[in-house]
């Protein structure tokens, strides 16, 4: 008996597992309150997928698989990544947001994973130390409120100051923002020049033919100028190419 009802845990564990990566599938879903989103592309941008804290997939699904570009964490959450399924293999765990994982060494190499509370698998934490409101988690914010704005990590000066601000003088995630936009790198990072297209341009070209932009490059340099486009916007546009195709890249 005692066999036999093993058997049919052991069987009843692979079948939620496996319920639980069918139910995964790329889209724009809303984000957890506490949990992370993967998305296939940089920067958080294009289709995604979310898993809500206390939550794992012992196995990407086959149109997922190694192909998680970016992470967002939300709220009280952390996710370690394994690159074999079933948690095997090497892993990394994540307790920040990652623009791109190619930084880390983990562009589109993920196959499982598992999502947690800070501190262990399903543990979730009442207070995260803060004023006892447990999404306040001042290294994070600040940490995401550098990405957003300034595309970089916070520097440990920057870290010290407005974690002091939040944590002593009470200051919100509006106010974090709303200084660092007040900041000279900020404006000047905001204003767009010619060059600046131009080297957005230039990343899109390497990342997706692999070479530098010729002079029919110009056409997407106006994009960049007039419509905001983003890297992504033009990585996007040169996926449609004859020569990305022909390349098979």
């Not at 090497?90 to 999502?115: C, E, H, P, Y």
């Not at 800070?118 to 290294?139: A, F, H, L, V």
Request: glycine share 8%.
């Amino acid at each position: 008996m005692h066999t036999k009802k093993a058997v049919l845990l052991a069987v009843f564990a692979v079948l939620t597992s496996a319920s639980a990566a069918m139910a995964q599938s790329w889209g724009r879903e809303h984000a957890p309150r506490d949990g992370v989103c993967f998305y296939k592309d940089t920067n958080f941008h294009g289709d995604y997928f979310c898993v809500a804290s206390g939550g794992e997939l012992n196995r990407v699904p086959e149109d997922m698989n190694d192909k998680i570009t970016s992470i967002r964490i939300f709220g009280r959450a952390e996710v370690i990544v394994f690159k074999d399924i079933r948690f095997d293999g090497g892993s990394t765990r994540f307790d920040f947001d990652v623009r791109d994982l190619k930084a880390q060494g983990w562009n589109d190499r993920i196959s499982s994973m598992r999502v947690q509370f800070p501190g262990g698998y399903g543990n979730r934490r009442g207070s995260s130390g803060y004023g006892g409101n447990r999404t306040q988690d001042p290294d994070r914010i600040i940490r995401r409120a550098y990405q957003d704005l300034l595309e970089r990590e916070p520097d440990q000066s920057g870290l010290r100051l407005y974690r002091s601000r939040m944590i002593d003088e009470g200051w919100t995630e509006t106010q974090v923002r709303e200084s660092i936009r007040d900041s000279q790198e900020y404006r000047e990072r905001s204003t767009m020049t010619y060059a600046k297209a131009q080297e957005i341009v230039r990343r899109a070209y390497q990342s997706m033919l692999r070479r530098e932009p010729d002079p029919a490059s110009r056409g997407y340099v106006d994009k960049v100028m007039r419509e905001h486009w983003t890297q992504q916007d033009v990585e996007r546009e040169l996926r449609k190419s004859p020569e990305y195709r022909n390349k098979g890249l």
